[in-house]
């Protein structure tokens, strides 16, 4: 494996890393937590574990064909429209009724995590796009392609 392979290797796995083992774990070991937390949008609880585990597989699945290059474009658009739902749906710092009148309020935490949302999300539509200036006909040619990151 080349050095720029390893690097590519650290940085997909390090825009992954939130997901997997960390944010997956913890929706497996703190089930009941991660059910009342969908609950706060989705109330009946037959919908927020199906939720939940609609997540608990995009987290999963779509990490590993990020890291390994298995489809990994299509896995990092699902994971960008992912990123963008939970931020509208659970950081909805427009609902707190603090935004404005207090700096250290709800509002203005769930801003910032909001906004992280989108960030990382858009970090996952690059490996859609690329940076080598083809845009989106690669993806739109063959979407389940893998982009061969580490054949390079």
């Known amino acids: 494996m080349t050095s720029g392979a390893i690097v590519a290797l650290i940085v997909r796995y390090g825009i992954c890393m939130l997901f997997l083992p960390f944010s997956a774990l913890d929706k497996i070991f703190g089930f009941d937590h991660a059910v009342r937390q969908a609950q706060q949008v989705f ?6 574990i199906g939720v939940l585990m609609i997540g608990l597989f995009i987290e999963i699945v779509c990490t590993i064909g990020v ?7 299509a896995a990092a658009l699902v994971i960008a429209g ?13 609902a707190q009724g603090d935004f404005w009148s207090d700096p250290d309020g709800k509002g ?15 970090g996952f539509l ?15 040619d063959a979407p389940f392609a893998s982009s061969h990151p580490y054949e390079r």
Do not use: E
């Open 43 to 48: 109330t009946a609880r037959r919908v927020a």
């Open 126 to 140: 690059l490996l859609v796009v690329g940076t080598d200036g083809s845009g989106l006909q690669p993806f739109l």
């Open 82 to 94: 992912y990123c963008a739902a939970t931020a509208v749906l659970y950081k909805q710092f427009w």
């Open 108 to 122: 203005r935490g769930l801003f910032w995590d909001f906004l992280k949302n989108l960030s990382l999300g858009a």
């Open 67 to 73: 890291v390994t290059g298995i489809a990994d474009r």
